[in-house]
């Protein structure tokens, strides 16, 4: 069993910035591809980006070129920087955690661009 709780969402303006961070219980961790996804309303839930055991990023081409993803395996950790933020960027943000395909998620962390 994997828990996750995410945090640093919050209200920005665009063109602004923030991080989010996911902290995982459960000695498994560094076994996991670790990913970020978010779901506005009305819209389906997407990914934004995942990065595997070894470090190696996959971005949304929406954020591509302004998010970043890194993970610390020691510390049980990911992260998402959020640079350039844009008002569709406004999502409920969701840290997730699986061999492959997400299999645990966290409970969400809000983030709100404002124009």
């Known amino acids: 069993q994997v828990q996750l709780v995410e945090s640093g969402g919050g209200l920005v303006q665009a063109g602004g910035s923030l991080r989010l961070s996911c902290s995982a219980s459960g000695s498994i961790f560094g076994k996991y591809v670790m990913g970020w996804y978010r779901q506005a309303p009305g819209k389906q839930r997407e990914l934004v980006a995942s990065?595997?055991?070894?470090?190696?990023?996959n971005f949304a081409d929406s954020v591509k070129g302004r998010f970043t993803i890194s993970r610390d395996n020691a510390k049980n950790t990911v992260a998402l920087q959020m640079n350039s933020l844009k008002p569709e960027d406004t999502a409920l943000y969701y840290c997730?955690?699986?061999?492959?395909?997400?299999?645990?998620w966290g409970q969400g962390t809000q983030v709100t661009v404002s124009s």
């Open positions: 990065i595997t055991r070894g470090g190696r990023p």
């Open positions: 997730t955690a699986g061999p492959l395909d997400p299999v645990y």
